[in-house]
């Protein structure tokens, strides 16, 4: 049936659309930081663009510090410029051999704003699973035009795509509650 395709694209898109998700989430700080938070970071290096875990071994030995140890010593200018420019909120130290990023606290206020800007990417995730659930709507009302299916079969599909769209929405607010949870322990 035609109809088993456009459910089968449109479910793809929304795992993919929770593994973006999954993906951004890691780059958000909680209580412990992330490698995650400079690895996307892109340092000129050699005359080209490299994200910083290609030019460099990024660690982190304790819960609030980042190492990073190129392998090449002579672009450890670069990359703490790289790093100043990212804005992550957190200054690089280096010392010659590698570079130091110890993350401060999280202050109680720093805590909510971490909070309320996940739940502001949360709402764009959902907007992009009912995005995908309104093309796979759009298709079955095509396919009831072009007489493939019955109105009943139509009103059946529709009802199917809502609980797959409810079931993925309810994912996102699962994971987002997880981590809005997890920034806010102390």
């Given at each position: ?10 479910e ?19 209580g ?14 050699y ?90 709507i ?18 059946k ?20 509650a ?9």
């Open positions: 049936m035609q109809a088993q395709s456009f459910f089968s694209a449109s793809e898109s929304m795992k993919k659309t929770i593994d973006r998700l999954k993906s951004e989430l890691t780059c958000i700080r909680t412990r930081v992330s490698s995650a938070v400079v690895e996307g970071i892109k340092v000129e290096s005359g080209s663009l490299a994200f910083i875990n290609q030019i460099a071994g990024v660690s982190v030995p304790d819960a609030r510090t980042i190492e990073i140890r190129p392998w090449d010593v002579s672009q450890l200018g670069a990359i703490e410029k790289a790093i100043q420019k990212a804005d992550i909120g957190m200054n690089p130290v280096n010392d010659g051999k590698l570079i130091r990023i110890v993350a401060p606290p999280l202050t109680e206020e720093r805590r909510k704003e971490i909070a309320k800007s996940i739940g502001r990417m949360a709402e764009d995730f959902r907007v992009a699973v009912r995005n995908e659930r309104r093309v796979l759009e298709n079955i009302k095509k396919l009831e035009r072009d007489k493939v299916i019955t109105e009943d079969d139509k009103k599909l529709e009802a199917n795509a809502q609980k797959i769209t409810d079931g993925y929405t309810k994912i996102i607010d699962e994971i987002v997880a981590k809005e949870k997890e920034v806010m322990r102390v």
